[in-house]
């Protein structure tokens, strides 16, 4: 990696006169301008990695991925790389690059970031304005719910139509393609070894490497890890309830906290059930016009007093949920008036769609995901499922081979990573997945909550990551990963 900026342009120079032949072949163009501004004292490559759409047509569209490529604040860097993508699916990868002086990766290797196709900065980016109306409009005081499924099909629809008419082959845009693409671009660069690093749904894109590319992966790190074997539509609902549940547990257990909320856990399921039948009834002034606007909240609206809590604030849950119980209810207005706001441009919400309606709802159980939906009378009605049947219809990809609903194993060495409170992506899935990945370690950060290696309030977790990537035959054991308790609640 040493001579890598030189080597780019030999690629680029070499491939580019390859593609005449009767096979594609990917290539790396550097480009001056970037996606972000990155720090002067930063040294870094930036370029796209240009692959093909439908790698079935060798002469047909191809794509342009962002990648930068940051070298390492070492004068003897590693030779093994980090490869970074982060979640979604649907979420760009390039917000990270305004931030590399924060990540310790950069300590020991060089550090390449990529955006998979479809998103934000790749070109093309499978965005969907209709899809972001359709949920302004539905969060709207005035808005009849029984319209909600009519109006999300229509935005599905048009989306889709818009997105054909740029000729954009919208079956090309899921995992299997992404981990091809990355291996791809590892071979555009002549990388011999590397690591992942990655978070949410992109450890999906981790494990069809594993599984497809091995060759060439050293080690790699799954934070908040999503297994390809899980139908997550038919538990996201349990699983929710399974964390707000654990949280008033350990505030149950916590002397302070229990003396300050009494019995919370119970009086709070009480209340999301009560509330489930009899909506809460709450007043906003509308900041557009001055006027009084009523919502009607069920359980299913209230349980986002955990739902919008990160790991910096989880502390402070009982807090707010005690508030609500006692008709407090300035919180719960301050986050109704930014319903008002007009949405922004759907970004990669089209990637979304092609991913969840290809890989997750062929596989669901429309009697599972029926029964999760009515199963909690907390949270009634609440769908679990991340598209409607309907939505993904009307998107008409195709499903993908049943191979990619199914586990994968390998000795390549794994660390997990969970917050103890994530319930999108909950400790039992890792936990699971230990018995197929034989050289693997388990790392769970109590009180934290989803994707931990991103908590900028405490970055334990991403210490840890890193020493992991410089000894992955060991579990890491950080001097600070001793030093993290259960939340200290707040009471006052």
């Not at 001056?32 to 060798?58: C, M």
């Not at 002086?101 to 479809?118: A, H, M, N, P, S």
């Not at 091995?214 to 934070?223: A, C, Q, T």
């Not at 229990?258 to 399921?269: M, V």
């Amino acid at each position: 990696m040493k001579h890598l900026f030189f080597l780019v342009y030999l690629l680029t120079a070499t491939l580019v006169s390859a593609q005449t032949s009767n096979y594609f072949i990917p290539t790396f163009k550097v480009k001056k301008r970037t996606t972000h501004e990155i720090s002067k004292d930063q040294e870094y490559t930036f370029g796209y990695l240009e692959v093909l759409e439908n790698r079935a047509k060798p002469n047909g569209k191809t794509i342009q991925l962002p990648v930068y490529i940051f070298k390492s604040r070492s004068k003897t860097p590693k030779k093994d790389p980090i490869i970074y993508t982060v979640g979604g699916p649907g979420f760009t990868s390039m917000r990270a690059a305004q931030y590399m002086k924060y990540y310790k990766y950069l300590d020991d290797r060089d550090f390449i970031l990529v955006e998979q196709r479809g998103n934000y900065y790749a070109k093309p980016h499978l965005d969907c304005p209709e899809w972001s109306r359709a949920i302004y409009e539905s969060n709207q005081p005035d808005f009849d719910d029984t319209k909600t499924n009519r109006l999300f099909e229509n935005a599905a629809k048009s989306c889709r139509e818009r997105l054909k008419k740029k000729g954009i082959d919208l079956n090309t845009y899921n995992t299997l393609q992404i981990a091809a693409d990355i291996n791809d671009l590892v071979r555009v660069l002549e990388i011999q070894e590397y690591n992942l690093l990655t978070i949410s749904y992109s450890t999906k894109i981790a494990q069809t490497l594993m599984r497809d590319y091995p060759d060439g992966i050293r080690s790699v790190v799954m934070d908040a890890t999503l297994p390809l074997e899980v139908n997550y539509d038919e538990e996201s609902v349990q699983n929710l309830l399974e964390s707000v549940g654990l949280l008033l547990t350990d505030c149950e257990n916590d002397k302070r906290c229990n003396s300050t909320y009494p019995n919370l856990k119970y009086r709070f399921f009480e209340f999301l059930r009560e509330k489930s039948m009899n909506p809460l009834v709450v007043e906003v002034q509308n900041p557009e016009n001055g006027q009084l606007e009523t919502f009607y909240l069920k359980g299913e609206d209230l349980i986002t007093v955990f739902t919008s809590a990160n790991t910096s604030n989880v502390s402070n849950v009982p807090f707010e949920i005690n508030k609500l119980l006692n008709n407090d209810l300035s919180s719960i207005k301050e986050k109704l008036t930014e319903l008002f706001k007009e949405p922004e441009g759907g970004a990669g919400i089209g990637m979304r769609l092609s991913v969840w309606c290809s890989e997750e709802n062929p596989f669901n159980s429309v009697e599972k995901i029926e029964n999760e939906t009515y199963k909690y009378p907390e949270v009634r009605g609440l769908s679990p499922a991340v598209f409607d049947n309907e939505v993904c219809k009307i998107w008409n990809v195709k499903a993908v081979s049943a191979k990619e609903n199914q586990a994968v194993q390998s000795n390549i060495p794994v660390l997990f990573i969970n917050g103890e409170y994530d319930n999108e992506t909950p400790v039992k899935w890792a936990k699971a997945m230990k018995e197929n990945f034989i050289n693997s370690h388990h790392l769970i950060f109590k009180g934290w909550k989803h994707a931990a290696t991103t908590n900028w309030g405490n970055t334990c977790a991403m210490e840890a990551a890193n020493d992991f990537f410089n000894n992955p035959n060991e579990k890491p054991n950080p001097d600070c990963f001793g030093q993290i308790q259960s939340p200290q609640f707040k009471t006052e």
